[in-house]
């Protein structure tokens, strides 16, 4: 179907004449990277982030915004591959810090209190979630840290992994 040309952080495919159908089926499917292409992370399109933030639900929370928006307020999450900033996260205060470690104490005390079947089933949930955004959380994984989507969602699957685990799957 075409030439490997390379491998490490991805692979990168030269498609024959012959092989261009069977090349833009494997980069749809985000198993071969092409060079300068849409799936290739050192062509980072802006927009592939907000459309994989806007299909999991985060693109709207108030902490995440868009890099037109960023200030010295905000973190940027940058894509290695390219150096471009993908998204911002908004800095907390020291008092909302405090706030939300006093919240999580809060909650491990009452989390403690939850009968083990019950809490099993709240992970095996976790777990489930964790899969079925898998693709989504793979790929925004991917443009974080640079690796290829297959990477990416492989570490999606171990979170799914270690919460199968926990429950005895």
Known sequence: CGVIL????GMLLAPTASGQACTDDLVNRGVLFEPGGRRDAASYHPR???DILDRLGLFNDPRVVPTSRL???HVATIN??????LAGVALETTRD???AVSRAVA???????????KRGEIVRLIGNAFRERAQDLGALV???MGKIRAEGVGEVQECVDIADFAVGL
């Not at 390379?6 to 952080?9: D, F, L, P």
């Open 142 to 144: 991917s443009l974080e």
């Open 107 to 117: 909650a491990q005390k009452q989390w403690q209190r939850v009968p083990a079947p």
């Open 97 to 99: 810090y405090e706030a």
């Open 71 to 73: 200030s010295d307020r």
């Open 48 to 50: 592939m982030a907000k």
């Open 6 to 9: 390379g491998e490490g952080w």
């Open 80 to 85: 290695p591959t390219t150096g471009e900033a």
